[in-house]
């Protein structure tokens, strides 16, 4: 449905090559580039025309790179900004001199507190906490219910008080019964509201007073749209949070709400809530984050990690016999283990632009990898140079004892990397990214 | 003005009551479905156990989720030695119940138009502000900048880029062929323009015998609170199964709108099939002659291949069941979701075959701009919105006035 922002950049700067510097024209085509995908990841408009201007500014004049392409370039310096904006290192928890320490979330309805008043309280318990939950929900039907349940199946007990008292006079009694019971983390769950409901923010304001938490959480779900920025400044105004949480990161979401939300409120985000399991949950790492907004992966780490490893000009020739069709087993085989040098593959796919949606549910097995490997090593190097060879099936079974694999395998790789090497011809005449065979995952 | 609730459900048509309900018996068993040849029993366990086996096993949902096996059993407190299986409400909450015309006549009565641009809020005041001033200082149709304007207010209000650039593009071309030059008219155009995009069937088919309603949707959309605030506008008797086995008090969620509407629920114990679960309350809804089933599902995020199979599972178990059904496959959406709405709507239709959108929580500040996106996009129409928690917050869609709200009163 979109196109990543590497993708688009690339498109924008179709033909600049070389060095020298981007023209104001050039910058202009990037930055509505940068624009719409930031639009369409759900960044604020505000927030969004602040941004691009600041992109504006650094890319006007900015001088080509060799290394890299002019579109690596851009999404180089909108990196960077992000970086700015959204910090690069992740908020880790602080712990109160005097237990307990006590955590208050907040949010709107439906966005994922309860769920993460639960992952929160494993999290603390595995940093050694000893943590306690308060239900001050008093108001969905079965939210007290809920948090009970999360709390059996992790044998954290929870504070209730049923739905007939104040919210706040439940949280200052939860927090006294915790301190007696020799609890150090107290975690604070209170009813979903809407910002436009006086009342209901006037609670939350009480229940701030009365319980007087060490951290208050906003819990924000990353699908959020443009009005992510009102309702953060809301919570703001009534709840003074110091941090968010940022839920359903599992979906695919683009995410602007996180860009939002931090350059309106200068709140960073502290917790990235990814599953419906209590163990997926961690502190939020920002600099994943920008990637994912802008569809870009994280490129630059990839840029990074091939400009270490590999030698441009082998890289450049090693392209153009890929795209040449002429492309053997014996370059494959030698790609193949580059790229080893890079990292796991599942990982450095997904950094790069375009695969990364293509490859969403596809799980890459690093084993099926070696198997590839294995297979070319058991052939001659005239197979390597002439994949013709193995159509014959004597070949394929030698193969096929030598690595390990049946020969069926062998066959189905053959035929793979016929249809790679076509496809990479096709590329090279200005198709689209293929598939990767032999790498065929599961979905 | 607000679209009356007496002519959002299609119903029964004389001829369709002459030639009696669309499924007489029940269905031919295949390999999946139930064994045995398919007579109603009387056998309470009996169907118990015919609905464990009917449905595939939940192991591949189990997988995905990690929770513990089902046990094949009713839940312990479902069944009173006599009684049916479904919980029935205590007498006392029957009798709060209110019927369901005079919570519709009382809502109309205080204008839920009032109600939705009070709760599209004061964002919505700088919206309008902001759209005012651009129309206000409108001076020709070939204004670059006030087009670039009207963008902006389309974009944040969640409606998107593509579906932006197809209204104003269509707005810019009508402007120029019918010579507006008046800021009122232009308004006129422009919601006039929306309203056409987001104009579609908007019935509710409740005309079957019983009809069954498929509620899905991601996590915390409002999916349970939907069902129970439907109900209460329902033609006819209801029944709820509780299909949300996954998370935690979701059952007793909706046990507690069951209570609160006077409407039983077929629930099973957290974990189990909810496949079984939605085979077990048709049967239930047929032998109890109820209109109108209300089937729960767990949230579940679009991207997630297996709950997504599970959903899936579930439409056909009810198909094969009561072939036909179900009748209604309805989404909700956030009104505050941005653009991955899109996406959501799209697999959810792909998956599920949604007949319509619910558009909820539309009375904080977001503007549900997405829901023109969808309908524009993804062609599924909006059918209900809600605009509060209270039940009387729910709300057969009207697009005309929605976009009203959505452009304000310039």
Redesign the interface.
């Not at chain 2, 996954?246 to 979701?250: C, D, L, W």
């Not at chain 2, 995020?301 to 291949?305: E, G, P």
């Given at each position: 449905m979109f196109d990543t922002l590497g993708e688009r950049l690339n498109k924008a700067l179709d033909g600049v090559r070389g060095s020298g510097n981007l023209t104001e024209e050039q910058v202009k085509k990037v930055t509505r580039e940068i624009r719409l995908a930031l639009l369409e990841a759900d960044v604020n408009y505000g927030v969004v025309k602040e941004f691009v201007a600041s992109v504006r500014e650094r890319a006007t004049g900015a001088e080509v790179s060799k290394a890299l392409s002019p579109g690596q370039q851009v999404v180089k310096i909108v990196d960077e900004e992000l970086a700015n904006l959204m910090g690069s290192t992740a908020h880790k928890l602080s712990f109160a001199s005097r237990p307990p320490t006590v955590v208050m979330l907040a949010g709107l309805n439906g966005h994922g507190k309860t769920t993460a008043a639960g992952k929160l309280a494993l999290f603390v318990r595995k940093l050694g906490k000893n943590p306690y939950l308060v239900a001050c929900d008093t108001y969905r039907p079965a939210a007290i219910e809920q948090l009970q349940q999360i709390g059996r199946e992790l044998s954290v007990p929870v504070y209730t008080e049923g739905t007939g008292p104040k919210p706040e006079e439940i949280a200052e009694r939860g927090i006294r019964e915790a301190r007696d019971g020799g609890y150090d983390f107290v975690i604070i769950d209170t009813a979903g509201r809407q910002v436009v409901d006086m009342e209901m923010m006037e609670e939350i304001r009480r229940v701030r007073n009365a319980s007087k938490p060490h951290s208050v959480l906003l819990v924000l779900d990353v699908v959020t749209g443009q009005n992510a920025v009102e309702v953060a400044q809301a919570f703001q105004e009534y709840a003074d949070f110091d941090g968010m949480v940022l839920t359903k990161l599992d979906g695919d979401a683009r995410g602007g709400v996180a860009l939002s939300v931090v350059s309106v409120t200068g709140r960073p985000i502290k917790f990235a809530s990814e599953g419906e399991k209590m163990g997926e949950f961690d502190y939020f790492y920002p600099d994943r984050m920008a990637g994912r907004i802008l569809g870009m992966g994280d490129v630059l780490t990839l840029i990074e990690k091939a400009e270490q490893q590999m030698d441009r000009t082998e890289a450049e020739a090693q392209g153009k016999k890929l795209m040449s069709g002429k492309f053997t087993f014996e370059d494959f085989l030698q790609q193949m283990q580059m790229i080893k040098k890079m990292g796991p593959l599942s990982g450095l796919l997904g950094m790069v632009p375009g695969l990364g949606k293509q490859l969403k549910d596809v799980e890459i097995d690093d084993r099926q990898l070696a198997r590839v490997e294995a297979m070319i090593t058991s052939m001659t190097i005239k197979e390597r140079r002439n994949p013709k060879l193995l159509q014959n099936p004597s070949r394929a079974r030698r193969i096929a004892r030598g690595s390990g694999a049946t020969q069926q395998d062998v066959q189905k790789l053959v035929k793979q990397f016929k249809e790679m090497q076509k496809m990479m011809a096709q590329m090279g005449k200005g198709g689209g990214i293929p598939r990767i065979p032999g790498l065929s995952g599961r979905r | 003005m607000a679209r009356s609730w007496r002519s959002f459900f299609k119903r029964n048509t004389d001829e369709e009551q002459a030639n009696g309900p669309v499924v007489a018996s029940e269905p031919e068993p295949t390999t999946e479905d139930v064994e045995g040849n398919g007579h109603l029993s009387t056998d309470l366990e009996a169907v118990a156990d015919k609905a464990a086996e009917a449905v595939p096993t939940a192991e591949e949902v189990q997988a995905e989720?990690?929770e513990p096996a089902p046990a094949d059993v009713w839940e312990a407190d479902e069944i009173e030695p006599g009684e049916a299986e479904v919980s029935l409400p205590e007498p006392s909450a029957v009798e709060e119940v209110q019927d369901a015309e005079s919570v519709a006549e009382r809502q109309e009565s205080e204008g839920w138009f009032g109600k939705l641009r009070?709760?599209l809020?004061?964002?919505r005041d700088s919206f309008v502000g902001q759209l005012n001033a651009a129309v206000a200082e409108f001076r020709d149709v070939e204004d670059e900048e006030f087009w670039e304007r009207v963008e902006?207010i389309l974009?944040?209000?969640?409606v998107?880029?593509p579906t932006t650039a197809k209204l104003v593009g269509e707005l810019e071309q009508e402007a120029l062929e019918s010579s507006i030059t008046s800021g009122a008219e232009l308004r006129e155009l422009m919601i006039e323009r929306a309203t056409s995009m987001l104009e579609g069937p908007v019935e509710l088919d409740v005309s079957h015998e019983p009809t069954v309603i498929l509620m899905v949707g991601?996590?915390?959309?409002?999916k349970t609170?939907t069902i129970?605030k439907l109900s209460r506008f329902l033609p006819g008797t209801a029944m709820f199964a509780a299909g949300d086995t996954?998370?935690?008090?979701?059952i007793?969620?909706l046990?507690?709108?069951g209570e609160?509407t006077g409407t039983p629920v077929v629930a099973r114990e957290?974990g189990a099939d909810a496949a079984a679960v939605a085979h077990e309350a048709i049967h239930a809804a047929r032998r109890e002659g109820t209109d109108v089933l209300l089937i729960d599902t767990a949230g579940r995020?679009?991207?997630?291949?297996n709950l997504m199979a599970e959903l899936d599972k579930v439409r056909r178990v009810v198909e094969r069941q009561l072939p036909g059904a179900p009748h209604e496959v309805l989404m909700t959406v956030?009104a505050?979701?941005?653009?991955?709405?899109?996406?959501?709507a799209q697999m959810f239709k792909e998956v599920a075959g949604l007949t319509g959108i619910i558009l909820t929580?539309l009375?904080?500040?977001?503007?549900g701009?997405?829901a023109l996106a969808i309908a524009n996009e993804v062609g599924v129409p909006i059918k209900l919105i809600s605009v509060g928690?209270k039940v009387e917050d729910l709300h057969p869609f009207d697009a005309r006035e929605f976009a009203e709200a959505l452009f304000g009163d310039l």
């Open positions: - | 989720r990690k009070q709760g809020g004061r964002s902006e974009i944040a209000s969640d998107g880029v991601v996590n915390g959309t409002g609170t129970g996954f998370r935690a008090a979701a007793e969620q046990q507690q709108w609160r957290r995020l679009h991207t997630k291949v956030d505050t979701t941005g653009q991955n709405g899109l996406r959501q929580k009375d904080g500040t977001a503007k701009g997405i928690e």
